[in-house]
């Protein structure tokens, strides 16, 4: 049987001063905000190893929070969701 797993909670954020949601959400939940990310755009709220990671990405559509599920197998992920 595959294995899926809860992968990242993502909050998009959106607005003029996306950094300013990012800051945000990492004192809100005790993060720290990444200070060299590949890319700009996706943000990863640092949190302790034993924990679910956070993306705060910048987006141009409105704000919303979703999980990322991870799977070893997609197609029978998306076969089991459905």
Same mark, same amino acid.
């Given at each position: 049987?595959?294995?899926?797993?809860?992968?990242?909670?993502?909050?998009d954020?959106?607005?003029?001063?996306?950094? &300013?949601?990012?800051?945000?959400?990492?004192?809100?939940?005790?993060?720290?905000? /990444? #200070? =060299?990310? @590949? +890319?700009?755009?996706y943000?990863?709220?640092?949190?302790?190893?034993?924990?679910?990671?956070?993306? &705060?990405?910048?987006?141009?559509?409105?704000?919303?929070?979703?999980?990322?599920? /991870? #799977? =070893?197998? @997609? +197609?029978?992920?998306?076969?089991?969701?459905?």
């Amino acid at each position: 049987m595959h294995k899926p797993r809860l992968g990242v909670v993502v909050i998009d954020c959106q607005g003029e001063d996306p950094a &300013a949601y990012e800051a945000f959400w990492a004192a809100a939940l005790g993060r720290e905000r /990444e #200070t =060299d990310p @590949i +890319d700009p755009k996706y943000r990863d709220l640092r949190g302790p190893e034993a924990e679910i990671g956070v993306l &705060a990405p910048a987006v141009d559509h409105p704000p919303r929070v979703h999980f990322d599920i /991870e #799977t =070893d197998d @997609i +197609d029978a992920e998306v076969a089991r969701l459905e």
